[in-house]
């Protein structure tokens, strides 16, 4: 990071975790963090980062809520997160899966929250198949949300609900996938992956992207 010139703090340990902090160009808060753990998971060939140092996929996320009970309840009694461990203001909550596992809520003081750049817009969990999905917006109308109606995304069906303290969430099946379109013989990882309703305007889509450094 000090070869790319990008301000971090760290090391420092989190729930016995090796964790470096850095912040994106729109000052989301970011943290790469260090596990033993290995996955079968498939590498693009094209990729200038060496194997070993590669990131793997999401580790966990952070909710900063000053009420934390009802959000807990939605983990726990719907989700399958079980709370594993709590450090200062910080509860640290994991589900079963690989990657993706882990949940962080730290207690704060009220604040308004806003949207914009910089602020994650909500959090995805995923469910099983079609059925599961059906299951498990059943289970959040049952603790008294008003999660939307199921919505197909092409790539993927989403239920979303905001919960009590405030935060976006939404319970997505897995498939199709984002390459549900996608040419075998193309290197998927160099094209933009659209839904059908947005293909007529790739070129005004790509054009307002920007540029990827490698």
């Not at 809520?105 to 602020?119: C, S, T």
């Not at 995923?126 to 059943?138: I, N, P, V």
């Not at 976006?168 to 099946?173: D, G, H, K, P, S």
Request: hydrophobic share 35%.
């Amino acid at each position: 990071m000090d070869e790319q010139s990008i301000a971090f703090e760290g090391p420092y340990r989190r729930f016995d975790k090796k964790i470096l902090s850095f912040k994106d160009p729109d000052e989301l808060q970011l943290h790469l963090v260090f596990e033993d753990r290995k996955y079968n998971l498939s590498d693009w060939s094209k990729s200038p980062v060496p194997k070993e140092h590669r990131i793997q996929g999401f580790w966990s996320t952070t909710l900063e809520l000053n009420e934390v009970n009802d959000t807990a309840e939605i983990l726990t009694s719907i989700l399958g997160f079980k709370k594993i461990a709590r450090e200062d203001n910080t509860t640290l909550y994991q589900a079963g899966s690989d990657l993706g596992h882990s949940l962080i809520i730290e207690e704060v003081p009220y604040r308004q929250g806003q949207n914009g750049a910089g602020i994650v817009h909500h959090v995805a969990f995923q469910a099983k198949d079609d059925d599961d999905l059906k299951k498990l917006r059943h289970e959040v109308l049952r603790l008294g949300l008003r999660p939307t109606e199921i919505i197909d995304r092409h790539f993927f069906k989403s239920v979303y609900f905001r919960t009590p303290g405030g935060v976006l969430f939404e319970i997505a099946t897995h498939g199709p996938g984002y390459f549900v379109n996608a040419d075998p013989m193309e290197d998927q990882a160099e094209k933009l992956e659209l839904t059908p309703w947005h293909e007529s305007r790739r070129q005004e889509i790509e054009a307002a992207l920007p540029t990827i450094k490698t």
